[in-house]
């Protein structure tokens, strides 16, 4: 079909053009996605040939980079800086989060994911306002999940703070930094700090373990981020109904529990505690031979394994952990099944070796995620923009009721 020339094309046209059916031409330009105005005999519209060609490009599938899978290509595209995934691990803002694992603290990791120049979110005098009712409510969940004692809090955390609902870029990022002290603080059951987060948490977790607070410290910021996966996108939803960011994390942190996200590391540590005490090659191949799963094993991502278990597993390895654990599980797994370890197992193996129950990889986990939901959040209010994607529908077709 010939085009029209210049700025504008017909209904048809840009139907046409995009593959879509009018129907669909009109709800885009009721969301504001392409612009549409009177033509010169006002008996129709016409339609801005940019906005039409813009919207077919990002409809477009990218490239699949080397070593990469795709999800499913009808699941939700958005922009973002925040960060993406490359075959050499997740970039954070331009930052390969491996090469910044070797040297980092997730502060400073915050501080790039946040995009924070002018003002300092971990300075000592930015701790969490402590609440009456926030201590109340921690000491009665005292005994219970840490993140769920974590979510109790932050449901009362927004009114201590009378800066919470603030819109200004520099101020969300001074809120990000009282959340984060606080989620940690809240699921140590300790008392807010402004000492780095790493070793908050290795002083009550491994104080005796030589090498904990830098495996601790790795393993944070390497769990940052990870582009836009289930509980991240959760949290730009809710933030995009105009949520504070308090609230948000708490949307977070319930998708993050999920046994198919966060809550897979206590299933990799049960793996671990069966294989690591026996020879291990006759048990995979009994369990390759029935049919099982390996928890820690496989990515939807990553083809050839995840290079941040690869790092953590690799200073795990410098640290003193078991070769067993932090090579040959892996190898074999992998050479049995053709797939290779994720950060989950690796996890797994940090939480073994420091000589923690089962059950702290996934508390790991929601500390440091934490910081990329803020980012994502913040992002998101900056946008300003409702999330409502549409549903195909696949049910039974309307049938007119008959009056008689």
């Known amino acids: 079909m010939k085009k029209s020339a210049g700025l504008y094309l017909s209904a048809r046209e840009a139907s046409a053009e995009l593959a879509i059916s009018q129907a669909t031409l009109y709800a885009y330009v009721s969301r504001g996605l392409i612009r549409s105005e009177p033509s010169a005999d006002s008996r129709s519209h016409r339609y801005r040939a940019e906005d039409v060609r813009t919207l077919k ?99 009362l ?19 990000g930094g009282r959340i984060l002290r606080l989620v940690v603080a809240t699921m140590l059951n300790a008392k807010t700090s402004p000492q780095p987060l790493h070793l908050q948490i290795a002083k009550v977790w491994a104080p005796d373990r030589k090498h904990a607070a830098d495996l601790i410290r790795r393993a944070l910021v390497l769990l940052a981020d990870h582009e836009l996966n289930a509980s991240t996108f959760t949290v730009r939803c809710a933030a995009s109904t105009g949520l504070n960011l308090y609230d948000a994390m708490i949307a977070g942190l319930v998708a993050l529990k999920g046994p198919k996200h966060g809550g897979a590391g206590v299933l990799a540590a049960q793996l671990l505690k069966t294989l690591a005490g026996g020879d291990v090659a006759p048990m995979i191949r009994e369990r390759v031979a029935l049919g099982e799963r390996f928890a820690g094993f496989g990515h939807g991502v990553y083809k050839h394994g995840d290079p941040r278990a690869q790092a953590l597993l690799e200073a795990l390895a410098r640290s003193g952990a078991e070769r067993k654990l932090t090579h040959e599980i892996p190898q074999r797994i992998a050479e049995a099944t053709g797939e290779f370890v994720n950060i989950d197992y690796a996890l797994a193996v940090l939480v073994h070796t420091l000589g923690l129950p089962p059950g702290h990889e996934l508390v790991l986990f929601s500390m440091a995620r934490t910081v990329g939901w803020i980012a994502h959040a913040s992002e998101q209010l900056r946008h300003g923009r409702l999330i409502r994607p549409r549903a195909r529908y696949v049910g039974p077709a309307a049938v007119r009721a008959r009056i008689t």
């Open 157 to 175: 955390a927004a009114v201590a703070d009378p800066r919470a609902f603030t819109r200004a870029p520099e101020g969300r990022a001074m809120v």
């Open 57 to 155: 490009e990002r409809r477009t599938p990218a490239p699949e980079p080397r070593g990469m899978r795709s999800f499913d290509a009808d699941l939700p595209v958005m922009d973002s800086a925040v960060a993406t995934i490359t075959e050499d691990g997740p970039i954070y803002r331009g930052v390969n989060c491996v090469d910044l694992a070797e040297r980092d603290t997730l502060e400073h990791t915050a501080t790039l994911l946040w995009d924070v120049t002018g003002v300092d979110p971990f300075a000592p005098d930015n701790c969490p306002s402590i609440s009456d009712e926030m201590r109340a409510v921690a000491e009665a969940t005292r005994g219970a999940n840490a993140i769920d004692r974590a979510i109790a809090v932050l449901a």
